[in-house]
């Protein structure tokens, strides 16, 4: 092999390796990105379960808003509500960080099947079926509406 021959070897293979190195930083930014992502919608439902954890701490302040207690009957049925409602906040950041890539599955799957029993609950199920209810991520409403429809409910016993 010539001199000349070989410098274009060389030259080949560091064209490689910067288009390759490129290529990394590339796929590197968008798992950040993803991340980063993962991250800000975590810190909004971390928002929205505080304001939750208000009105379960005094039901009073679920009055601030008659539509969110509309059908509630009284500070008990706001408490059970807003609780259910901030599992269901700690839940969705499960999923999402999931369908983001974030979590392993089996981590995932260890939630799916405690919710699943949580979705049995009676004070679940009347959460869900409240009129008043809204998550803000409609297609985990949607997910959360299907797993309490395959779920059967759980016979309260006293």
Known sequence: MTLPEVAIVVQSITAISVAGSLVFAAYQFRNLRRAQHVANFTKMVE????????????????????HDV?????????R???FNLMQLSVYEIVWFSYREGQLPESYYRSWEKRMRAIAAEPSFRRMVSNPSMKI????FQEYIREVVKD???RSISN
Do not use: I, N, W
Request: no cysteine; hydrophobic share 35%.
């Open 151 to 153: 779920t059967p409910a």
């Open 47 to 66: 928002l929205q379960m505080h304001l939750r954890e208000m009105r379960v701490d005094d039901p009073h302040l679920a009055r601030t808003y008659s």
């Open 80 to 82: 059970e509500y807003f």
């Open 70 to 78: 509309e059908f509630l009957a009284g500070d008990k049925d706001v």
């Open 136 to 139: 803000h991520h409609d297609e």
